[in-house]
């Protein structure tokens, strides 16, 4: 049997008397697109942020490459190669589009303080690499015509997308997207279908899902998690999960079935 | 253990009007999120108001008491409605900066009034004294407790169970929520000021009372133990503001017994940073800290950091005139402005890569300075360093303690940041007042020597061209630094913490480094004063210094490196133009600070912002994070 790329076991969370997350345990294989969908306030977000470290969990453990990460801080989970972007967007709003990519470049950053202040030429190398390294993400996220502008003054689905260069500026193997596609017009979220796509492909890019739109959903995921009041309950295919008759009922309520 | 009861009673007397003030910074920091820095002013107010009516009506203390108490409300009703109200969708802040600029206003009123001296509320203030059993007390103290219960407890009745009380903590809740729901906002928050301001207008005219003694700062000193009080209890909470206030009076009255009265007013800050770094939320608060996240400076755009491109002119044009400047003038006293001038430019530097780029509102910086200026000189007077060895390790010493003053404050955001570092300020300034084997204390250290240049000693013109090559140094430095990945990721920082960690970057490694660097660029101006002046004392290095840095980059422009330069320059040379009005300085100063944060809140030299209201009215796309800020 293949290590799992990211192992989840019996990972629990609870908020006071409000359990968030409970006995969740799933796999994330190496080159899978998997996807974890549920109603609201099923324990999605939850789960992504117990798994990038924004808060420990209470119980239960994950391992990434075999490590154990939980309870690690966000920058060191983010060091080990599991990059995210956040329901509400956390990009930075008063820097450039370029600076907010290079900004998720930082940790690669090799020149010093010191070479900075006194602009030695391994700084300006530095800058040149980090530059066309930033250029590369700037082309494949298509934000080409705006990297000059604050990202504050860009559309909501551009705002999106300067996020996800942003975490994959962190050259991550796993890469956590909530709800990537909220706010964005249909033909915006074809492109975001591609991308995804391209990004597993093309660069080898193992990704994980936390979305509402379903025929987006069912479209790329190799997997399906489906969550519902902070348990899993049910997994498979996108069309195994269609039939079952607990996800319809999660959705639609016990009577409609 | 009759001592200790004796230390209880009196603890219990004075931290009665702690929690009193306390409550009052409680109130509006739970209903608006902002701390007042303007209550101080209803201290002094109430005090002064309280001591003329019983000079008028011949000692009758209770009109003495009502009226002090109804100055102080009507102090409240105009802070808010000219420093706080109108910044309604600025940072939050904004309105420290405000509420603060008006407290030095009324202030410096009063001691043009009443005059800077120590007198007594009224000359025939009877006092008797009671012995219960061990342990004796004042029917001041008696009466300061009696009045604390009936006012916290009215409060408490008001608040659990009127409506006006529901609406208040509806409000302290969600604002919006309580806008749907037809509560009329803005009259909820101005009785609510008016409430908090008569709180402590109560705490001062008692306070006033306790000691028969008045005086025109009473009022800062007492706002600091209110802050304490109020942090220690959680902030928002205010019957944790009142437990806070009697632990702090009792933990200040076993102090004077038991260690030594000189440390007494230490312990409000050390009690405000221990609190904060230990538990920030206080003993009674609530556990999240999520208001705090609206602190953001974010809807703030920064100007663009200047290249670092040294072929042009821009850059250029201002060095040369500043190196061309002695050639024009001889006079002692311009080359002395001046070069105040360049070194005040130099501290805001500093402090605006922490409070401009790195979006930690510090009011700690007169703490750097001062540690460069004492460094130095104890180097080079007590252990008899050449003094450019002096302040070459009085640089390095200050960036170290840089990190430790960071230290503390890491896991804090927003207005927490600024309270631990106004503590971290004060309680160097206390350090600098006792260590006197260190210090010397009060007396200060004389005789610095001054430094040499191939044997000669600096004069005026030397002095000058010294702290120039300073400021040119740390602003090539910053500027560099700006444009490196280091200043990308401070900047950053300041728009989303969560963001910068989510790229790998440990935010408080961040954090560290721009203090280190910042503390490094204060201490290096501290020690340069040192030597320039021969004689420092603790009084050039306390928390209100630090306040008037924080002005300094306001006034020039948050996140604005020659708007910083030209803020510190600015307001350093202000008292000297002031001169003839030198009696009403710093409430000049207070009426600059409000005038530039209402009409043009960016700095003289900083870009314009767009309130995020503004921007969604016009339909602009705005992110998430101003829509948040918006409400």
């Known amino acids: ?257 | 253990m009759d001592l200790f009861l004796q230390v209880l009673v009196n603890g219990f007397a004075v931290g009665g009007t702690y929690a009193l003030g306390a409550v009052g910074i409680s109130l509006v920091f739970g209903v608006l999120n902002i701390i007042n820095f303007g209550q101080g002013a209803t201290y002094t107010v109430a005090a002064y108001v309280g001591m003329l009516l019983m000079m008028l009506t011949g000692a009758n203390v209770l009109v003495a008491f009502v009226g002090g108490v109804a100055a102080a409300f009507i102090v409240g009703y105009i802070t808010e409605r000219i420093a706080v109200r109108p910044l309604r969708n600025q940072p939050l802040q904004m309105s420290l900066i405000t509420t603060m600029g008006f407290g030095l206003i009324a202030e410096n009123l009063v001691q043009f009034i009443f005059g800077p001296q120590t007198q007594p509320l009224s000359a025939d203030l009877s006092s008797s004294v009671y012995s219960i059993g061990p342990v004796t007390i004042t029917n001041w103290e008696i009466v300061t407790l009696a009045v604390v219960v009936l006012a916290t407890g009215t409060l408490h009745f008001v608040l659990s169970r009127t409506s006006f009380g529901s609406a208040v903590r509806a409000v302290a809740e969600d604002r919006r929520a309580a806008v749907l729901l037809g509560i009329d906002v803005n009259r909820l928050i101005i009785v609510t000021f008016c409430i908090a301001a008569a709180m402590g207008g109560v705490a001062g005219v008692l306070g006033a009372a306790l000691y028969n003694a008045i005086y025109p700062t009473m009022g800062s000193l007492s706002l600091t133990k209110a802050f304490a009080a109020s942090v220690l209890g959680g902030m928002e909470q205010v019957g944790g503001a009142i437990v806070g206030g009697l632990i702090l009076g009792v933990a200040e009255s076993a102090t004077a017994v038991y260690i030594s009265s000189a440390w007494r007013d230490a312990i409000a800050f050390a009690l405000l940073v221990g609190v904060l770094v230990a538990m920030p939320t206080g003993l009674l608060g609530r556990r999240d800290l999520d208001k705090v996240e609206r602190t953001n400076l974010s809807v703030f755009p920064l100007p663009p950091v200047p290249r670092l491109d040294l072929r042009r002119m821009s850059i250029w044009l201002p060095v040369l005139i500043a190196l061309l400047l002695p050639l024009v003038i001889n006079d002692n006293y311009y080359m002395r402005i001046l070069t105040i001038m360049l070194m005040s430019g130099m501290i805001a530097l500093s402090l605006n890569l922490v409070a401009g780029f790195a979006g930690l509102f510090s009011l700690g910086h007169a703490a750097f300075y001062g540690f460069g200026a004492y460094a130095s000189a104890i180097l080079s007077t007590q252990l008899g360093l050449p003094v450019w060895l002096s302040i070459t390790g009085s640089i390095l010493l200050t960036g170290a303690f840089g990190v430790v003053f960071a230290w503390p404050i890491m896991r804090l955001r927003g207005h927490y940041v600024t309270m631990a570092t106004f503590g971290l300020s004060g309680l160097s300034w206390m350090i600098m007042l006792n260590w006197i084997d260190l210090t010397r204390g009060p007396m200060g250290i004389r005789a610095i020597p001054a430094p040499e240049f191939f044997g000669e000693t600096f004069g005026a013109t030397g002095f000058y061209y010294l702290i120039l090559a300073f400021l040119l140094i740390s602003t090539g430095i910053v500027l560099a630094l700006l444009n490196s990945p280091f200043g990308r990721a401070i900047r950053a920082m300041r728009d989303d913490e969560l963001g910068v960690a989510s790229v790998g970057q440990d935010t408080r490694v961040l954090k560290m480094q721009v203090f280190a660097l910042s503390a490094a660029i204060a201490g290096g101006a501290g020690a340069f004063w040192a030597h320039y002046v021969s004689y420092i004392s603790p009084d050039s290095f306390t928390p209100i210094v630090s306040i008037s840095f924080l002005a300094m980059v306001v006034f020039g422009g948050l996140g604005s490196v020659p708007g910083a330069i030209f803020g510190g320059a600015a307001l350093a040379a202000l008292p000297e133009i002031l001169r003839f009005a030198s009696e009403y300085r710093l409430a000049i100063y207070g009426l600059i600070l409000i005038l530039v944060v209402l009409y043009r809140p960016q700095g003289l030299l900083g870009m314009r912002h767009i309130a995020p209201d503004a921007r969604i009215r016009k339909g602009q796309p705005a992110s998430n994070k101003a829509r948040e800020e918006a409400a």
């Open chain 1, 1 to 257: 049997m293949t290590r799992q790329l990211l192992e989840v076991s019996q990972l629990h969370r609870a908020f006071g008397g409000l359990v968030a997350v409970s006995e969740l345990s799933f796999h994330v294989t190496d080159g899978e697109v998997v996807s974890i969908i549920g109603p609201n306030g099923a324990g999605k977000t939850t789960a992504f942020n117990l798994i990038t470290g924004v808060y420990p969990p209470t119980g239960g453990s994950i391992h990434f490459r075999g490590s154990q990460v939980s309870g690690m801080a966000l920058h060191k989970v983010t060091d080990l190669g599991i990059g995210r972007t956040f329901q509400n967007l956390r990009i930075f709003p008063n820097l450039t589009v370029r600076d907010n990519v290079l900004v998720g470049m930082t940790r690669k950053n090799k020149a010093s303080m010191l070479t900075a202040c006194l602009r030695l030429p391994a700084f300006g190398r530095e800058e040149a690499r980090l530059n066309a390294e930033a250029d590369r993400l700037i082309d494949l996220l298509e934000l080409r015509q705006v990297e000059s502008q604050l990202a504050r003054n860009l559309p909501y689905g551009n705002q999106r997308r300067v996020e996800i260069a942003r975490a994959l500026a962190s050259d991550p193997a796993l890469l956590l997207l909530d709800e990537p596609a909220a706010g964005m017009n249909p033909a915006e979220i074809e492109e975001l279908n591609n991308l995804i796509r391209r990004l597993r492909d093309e660069f080898g890019k193992t990704i994980l899902i936390v979305e509402h739109h379903m025929s987006l959903v069912m479209e790329i995921s190799d997997r399906i998690i489906v969550m519902d009041q902070g348990r899993k309950i049910a997994e498979g295919t996108p069309s195994e999960v269609r039939e079952s008759p607990l996800v319809v009922r999660a959705y639609l309520g016990a009577g409609m079935v």
